[in-house]
């Protein structure tokens, strides 16, 4: 027990520092060791400890867990945390990994800047993780399995049992006398992880007895080779977007590189964006029918949360798009109050000098562009299309653009102009704004 005493103490002082520390307990062996462990180091802590049970709403037995999980803590003088969580169960979908999703949503939610959230998961569960993601057809980053530490929200979730097997966490919580919940559900095989620990592992481990620490070892290999692969898909990644917005890459530069590398700087580039990464095929689509289309084509690959574009020597990345809004669609707007869009806000702001001039209170009409409409603007009627498209709007944003109308005459586009007889030079106007939600 002192050894796993002083080896989470040594683990925590690599962590960032931190006010508060968090610990995920279910109330099971390993969160209860983990629990009880970090009790006795309270003394030695200069950050707050805090333990959080996360109630699934799964078993019968949920709400005794967590009111066990309740007097576990206020024994030990810990604060408790409940959160409840729903989880979806859809077809086709795993529970397990919706159940996880759904847990580490709820705990980052609690986490302040740094605070560090510690979890039980151990050496078995590493070698468990690193088949499972083997048999999912995972890469180099899956099969890093887990990392001791790594983000969570604004904090950090950290792993510190992960040297430690579940036979020996075991033995440690006999010997502290510590009373645990033992959930059912972890002896159900139709759940992938229950099924690979109590049929194939022991399968394996009786042929190869270290079958354990190998997989683990495997871990560590494909996170050094990750964190190369990272390194370079950064270079790249800063090459390709020396000449393109924000969620852009310039193509000229992507294309120089192998498709390999270009497979590897399309995964960075979404991770930066935060957008879901796509499968394997999706990935390949993005290569074969978006890299390699004229540059006078807008080809489009598209998966749950995110879709790739392309519009002349830039990719463009973003989150799923809305239904583009009927042409006959239109909205009243109370000026000059925000108003929502489909695709983001219209916004004014007040302007000391030039502008749109309208009192306050003007009730006007958005409206979606239908085609044929003409503005009049600068002494000419101009066609909106051709304004759009001088003004290089992309064009899965055109649909979208709000047209601000007064009855029946079109007074001002947002980023083109304001129409002839509706603005001011010489007095205090309204700037408008088409903010996008991307």
């Known amino acids: ?25 279910s109330g099971g062996l390993d969160s209860h060791l983990l629990l009880h462990t970090l009790a006795q180091l309270r003394s030695q802590l200069k950050s707050e400890l805090h333990a959080i049970h996360i109630h699934h709403h799964l078993h ?55 605070d560090l959230v510690l979890t039980a998961q151990h050496a078995d569960d590493q070698a468990e993780t690193v ?29 510190p049992l992960l040297n430690y097997s579940r036979a020996q966490l075991h033995e440690y919580a006999c010997q502290a006398n510590l009373d645990w919940i033992e959930d059912p559900s972890n002896a159900e095989t139709r759940f992938e992880r229950n099924f690979l620990r109590h049929r194939i592992m022991p399968l394996l481990q009786q042929r190869w007895p270290s079958v354990n620490q190998v997989l683990t070892r495997v871990a560590h290999h494909q996170a050094e080779a990750d964190e190369l692969i990272q390194t370079l898909a950064k270079q790249d990644w800063q090459t390709c977007k020396e000449l393109a917005g924000p ?114 209170g003007t009730t006007l009409q958005v409206h979606f562009r239908q085609g044929g409409e003409t503005f009049y603007w600068h002494g000419h009627h101009r066609k909106v299309k051709k304004l759009l498209q001088a003004e290089h709007l992309l064009p899965w944003e055109r649909p979208f653009i709000p047209l601000i109308y007064i009855k029946d005459t079109l007074i001002a586009i947002p980023e083109i102009g304001i129409r002839d007889g509706f603005v001011t030079t010489e007095k205090k106007g309204w700037n408008l704004q088409w903010l996008r939600h991307f």
């Open 1 to 25: 027990m002192k050894t796993l005493i002083s080896s989470l103490l040594e683990t925590l002082q690599t962590c960032p520092s931190s006010q508060r520390i968090w610990i995920a307990y």
């Open 60 to 114: 019968p037995e949920a709400d005794n867990w967590a009111k066990h999980c309740q007097q576990v803590c206020e024994t030990l003088k810990i604060p408790c945390e409940i959160r409840h969580i729903q989880v979806k169960i859809a077809p086709r979908e795993s529970l397990e990994a919706n159940a996880r999703t759904a847990r580490y949503a709820a705990i980052s939610q609690l986490l302040e800047f740094d």
């Open 131 to 159: 088949l499972l993601q083997l048999f999912r057809g995972a890469g180099v980053a899956g099969l890093a399995a887990m990392p001791l530490i790594s983000r969570l929200g604004l904090g950090w979730l950290v792993r």
């Open 247 to 360: 969620n852009q890459l310039f193509l000229p530069m992507l294309l120089r590189l192998n498709p390999a590398r270009q497979r590897n700087v399309l995964r960075f580039w979404l991770k930066q964006l935060k957008l879901p990464l796509p499968s394997t095929s999706q990935l390949q689509h993005i290569l074969t029918d978006i890299l390699t289309a004229k540059p006078d084509r807008q080809p489009l690959v598209q998966w749950q949360g995110a879709e790739v574009r392309r519009y002349h020597h830039h990719l463009f990345a973003m989150p799923n798009l809305p239904l583009p809004p009927k042409c006959l669609d239109s909205l009243n707007w109370t000026f000059p109050h925000p108003l929502s869009l489909p695709l983001g806000e219209l916004v004014v702001t007040e302007s000391q000098e030039g502008g749109l001039v309208l009192p306050s």
